[in-house]
């Protein structure tokens, strides 16, 4: 048995066991990793020129790796480890280093790589702390990397920047380790040596490389995309982050080209974007919300660019990622000089050079670049959350007034020393390029909005609209000094009372009423409050309303870490003037509603909505009824209470008092529509449109319920989640991924509340029966405690009180059209005996032209032009003139030919025929509007629009009337804004 044992451990059988003794054995694998060494060396020095060689740049290639899986397998094994203390005790990577650099082979450069990230990742022999390790090293990432190397692939590249970034891993975590990697110039040499660097090669960095190579290397990889620039920045992250446990590397980074190099290559970013921009959609993937209204794609050319083209996407993509590296570099550094430096440089050479001059040049009339600038400012605010650098932004385009700083530097003199130099050398450069940098003094942001809000280009006040709505939603304490003209608001007294309030309430689920529906709006609504729940508490103004103080010691919030001086102060109680800029231009918007774009409808919209959502805006008197505009009648609603105590002490006494304060807060004050704001006006003369449309438009209900149907079908299609509530909230936010950079809300933003449940509706129900939204508004206005009232939501039923109770609504809801028969209809009442193959056949024949003539009528229906209907108010209803539906002749005489004789025999069908009247005036109307002519037809198309567009505004409206009185409800509860004594 020994003699085969021995035999059988000398035959290939057993070659791999021998393979697994021998990487056990330390002797015999320390043999092997010197044989492999020599062998290198050797092959090494016999080639004269290794980019010339292939056979011995391939040869050296096997043994580097041989020495990398070496190491690695050692470094798993249990000690000792004799390859990783032979690689310490000689040196191995200092002619590895001179091999790599010299071969100019990628191959042998990548393995070198692997060598030294081999040798750091054991953790042994103290790699990283030794001088000579560093050195070469160092000069092997600066060589392979530098201008006169070749280019490396992107793997290879990917593990050059990953090796950079696991050594400022090891500085993180040690600082001790920094000495190694950084010795600064300036420790060395005589004090009249040190003084005599030149000042504009210290602040221009070129003396400075040499002294921390690392750091530059990985500036040069921040602007990369993927694998690369991630590595890159996390690594310069943390090299700032070092800087708080070392004096020395602080005051370098100050004096460094950190700041200038992040704030022109954040420039040059900039500048790559398009100077002209229009916002625009894939066709093949337009928004359903776009899709039914009178959207068209704008033109785009080489100059004018095109927001959904990849190369704009790209480009836009890079500057935001950059943009939010300065943010982590800003909450990573924890010194304040470095920290100045950087945001100085960032004003300097960002704000008032690039960004403030685009704002300041941009104009709606050269193709675009106001609508390219404010995006961009946009996108800006909407990124970046560090309170400095919005400070910043905002604190210079609003033009606020400079406040000296008074914060105390925490860093030794020396440190803040260098901050002053670095200021000086900053300022010297911006003097001597001879321009002097505009200033927002005379021109600032708020007027730019204002203008851009008077603007002629729909576009233009689009974009506008949604910049306004990012800075009231997560920048309002800086909206309150600049953007708006508000007042304060002291005490409780301004409040309104219970019973205003429930008046309010049910208003606008009257108005809401007027548009109509039979859908299951109780579950709509539902929605609706959930998500103005969300966007009341997740306001920054409103915190300090909603969080719980739980104890005395526990009940102030933290402050707003604000480092720059001129921040503004916390919000306080106020509210809006109605002589606001803003506001009245907003309004001037809402006015023509039904005209406007749906993209610009959606934007005002939210712009509205966000103006009520801070929990310190008081709704009173530009949103609501003033209080001192109350007027209340002789006789209240409620009967009068008993006659009260003779003794004013008495406890019944201040029971009686009580009890008469709160039946005076539930008494609901005279609807007076000359005293009510602007805001609700409006939204009544657009709700009194909406019942002009209807009287004059054929079948406009069932036209709007098969939009809202259009609208629920396309929402059940996208892959998307479907939202909850019609509006923009974010309630979902941590669940969903981010919208695109440029989105315009789809169908289900404003629609879905109109359109969620229509799956539960039935179009083809009885028109007696009450509608959805009158049970609705029944439900709505019995959680607020109002009386009994009808199941209609306009108010109470009684005649006497319907002055005094409820307000002036215009108009009544007008008579329905007759309905269209149907094809179930017309099946019901066919009077073929049932089984009869000849009158099946006739049926489906009659079906199928029933359903050609309704598809042709309601196509030319939905192309017809309207404009807004001229409406006269009158004391018992509100007369709308009518609007004179006006069809091709030649088309409409084809779709008679299709209808069969049962159907030509409706009147309903007959009424679409143009009338005499129509037909003897075709340039005016009965509502005043004219017809478009050959000389107006430019200015004409402005001021018409197709029905298909109207009824998709219609659904806008109605959405958006539901989040009105959500918004007051919810607002009733949180913030305590209702006097019920």
């Known amino acids: 048995m020994d003699f085969w044992s021995r035999l059988l451990a000398h035959t290939p059988l057993s070659s791999g066991s021998s393979r697994k003794d021998f990487a056990k054995d330390p002797a015999r694998r320390l043999h092997r990793f010197e044989k492999e060494y020599s062998q290198l060396l050797q092959t090494w020095r016999n080639s004269s020129n290794l980019a010339h060689d292939d056979e011995a740049a391939e040869y050296i290639e096997i043994r580097l790796q041989e020495l990398t899986n070496l190491l690695s397998d050692e470094s798993r094994r249990p000690l000792p ?192 974007l398009s100077r002209k921009l229009v916002i625009d959609h894939p066709a093949n993937d337009l928004p ?11 033109k785009s050319n080489y100059e004018v660019m095109s927001s959904c083209s990849f190369e704009f996407q790209s480009h836009l993509d890079t500057f935001l990622s950059h943009l939010l590296f300065w943010q982590d570099v800003l909450n990573h550094c924890r010194s304040v000089e470095v920290k100045s430096t950087l945001l100085e440089h960032f004003q300097v050479i960002f704000l008032q050079q690039l960004l403030y001059p685009s704002l300041l040049e941009s104009s709606d009339i050269d193709g675009g670049s106001s609508v390219a600038v404010l995006t961009y400012l946009r996108r800006i605010l909407e990124t970046v959350d560090h309170p400095d650098m919005i400070n910043l932004i905002l604190h210079y385009l609003l033009a606020l007034p400079d406040i000296v700083p008074s914060i105390p530097s925490g860093t030794q003199d020396v440190v803040s020393a260098a901050r002053k130099r670095k200021s000086m050398d900053l300022a010297t450069m911006m003097a001597s390029k001879g321009e002097a940098a505009a200033e927002p003094l005379l021109f600032n942001l708020v007027d730019l909005i204002l203008a851009c809000l008077r603007s002629h280009s729909q576009q233009t006040i ?53 548009i109509g529906g039979q859908d299951n709006f109780d579950e709509i609504y539902d929605n609706v409050v959930k998500d103005t729940l969300i966007r009341l508490e997740n306001h920054p103004c409103s915190i300090k309303l909603v969080t719980p103080k739980t104890s005395t010691n526990n009940h102030k919030l933290p402050a707003i870490p604000d480092s720059l001086p001129g921040a503004p102060r916390d919000v306080r109680s106020h509210t809006l003037r109605p002589d606001d800029p803003l506001l009245n231009i907003v309004l001037d918007r809402l006015e023509t509603f039904f005209l406007n774009p749906v993209e610009t409808n959606l934007s005002l919209t939210e712009a509205i909505f966000d103006l009520a959502v801070c929990g310190f805006m008081h709704l009173e008197g530009w949103f609501l009824r003033s209080v001192q505009s109350y007027a209340f009648d002789d006789e209240g609603d409620e009967p009068p209470l008993p006659e009260p105590p003779l003794d004013p002490d008495s406890t019944e006494y201040v029971e009686f008092k009580q009890m008469q304060s709160m039946q005076e807060c539930r008494r609901r004050p005279k609807w007076i529509q000359s005293r009510l704001p602007r805001f609700l006006a409006i939204l009544q003369t657009l709700c009194g449109q909406v019942a002009a449309y209807r009287e004059t ?114 108009p009544v809801a007008p008579a329905l059209l007759p309905p269209y028969e149907t094809p179930a209809r017309l099946l019901r009442r066919s009077d073929s005996p049932a089984g009869s193959v000849s009158s099946i056949t006739g049926a489906e024949a009659a079906l199928a032209n029933q359903m050609k003539a309704f598809q042709a009528v309601d196509q030319s229906i939905l ?119």
């Open 288 to 298: 359903p919300i776009l899709a039914f209204s009178d959207y068209q794609h704008p």
């Open 697 to 810: 438009i054929p079948r406009f209900d069932d036209l709007l319920q098969q939009r809202r149907e259009a609208f629920q079908i396309a929402d059940t299609a996208t892959p998307n989640p479907t939202p909850v509530a019609p509006g923009r909230t974010k309630n979902a936010a941590s669940q969903q991924p981010p919208p695109p950079i440029f989105s315009t809300p789809t169908a289900v933003d404003r629609t879905s509340a109109a359109a969620a449940a229509s799956e539960n509706g039935s179009r083809n129900a009885s028109r007696e029966r009450p509608s959805g939204l009158e049970g609705f508004a029944q439900r709505i206005l019995s959680e607020l405690g109002t009386p009994s009232r009808s199941a209609s939501p306009r108010g109470r039923k009684e005649a006497n009180k319907s002055d005094r109770s409820t307000p002036a609504l215009a």
């Open 81 to 272: 480890h004799p390859c990783i203390t032979f690689a310490a005790t000689k040196q191995v990577y200092i002619p590895v280093a001179k091999i790599a650099t010299t071969s100019y082979n990628e191959w042998i450069i990548k393995e070198a790589v692997l060598f030294f990230a081999t040798l750091i990742e054991s953790e042994e022999e103290a790699f990283v702390e030794n001088d000579n390790f560093s050195a070469s090293l160092t000069n092997l990432l600066v060589r392979i990397t530098g201008a006169n190397s070749i280019r490396l692939g992107a793997d290879t590249e990917a593990r050059v920047v990953e090796l950079a970034f696991n050594i400022t891993t090891k500085i993180r975590l040690d600082p001790e380790i920094l000495p190694a990697w950084f010795k600064t110039r300036q420790s060395e040499g005589t004090p009249e040596e040190k003084q005599q660097l030149d000042e504009r090669e210290k602040f221009t960095g070129r003396t400075q490389k040499q002294d921390f190579p690392l750091f530059y290397l990985l500036i040069d990889y921040i602007h990369h995309e993927g694998k690369v620039g991630d590595f890159a920045r996390t690594g310069l992250l943390y090299i700032i982050e070092a800087a708080s446990s070392s004096v020395a590397l602080e005051q370098w980074i100050v004096e460094s080209d950190l700041s200038t190099l992040m704030a022109t290559g954040l420039g040059a970013l900039y500048s790559q």
């Open 462 to 514: 689009y974009v506008t609209l949604q910049l306004v709505s990012v800075i009231l939603k997560r920048h309002h304490r800086y909206a309150v000094i600049t953007l708006l003209y508000t007042e304060g608001v002291h005490g409780e007294s301004s409040h309104r009372t219970s019973g205003a309030h429930q008046q309010e309430v049910e208003y606008l689920m009257s108005l809401a009423g007027i």
């Open 863 to 981: 192309a017809r032009r309207v404009g807004i209907p001229n409406i006269t108010n009158s004391k018992k209803r509100q007369e709308v003139e009518a609007i004179p539906l006006s069809f091709d002749r030649d088309k409409n005489s084809r779709n008679q030919e299709n209808i069969s004789n049962d159907v030509q025999e409706d009147e309903s069908v007959n009424n679409l025929a143009p009338s005499s009247d129509e037909e003897e005036d075709t340039t005016t109307g009965g509502d005043g509007v004219s017809t478009p002519t050959a000389d107006e037809a430019g200015e004409e198309e402005l001021k018409t629009v197709s029905v298909s567009h109207l009824l998709t505004n219609v659904i806008v409206l109605q959405s958006f009337l539901f989040e009105l009185a959500s918004l007051v409800q919810v607002r009733a509860g949180l913030f305590d804004e209702v006097r019920f004594a």
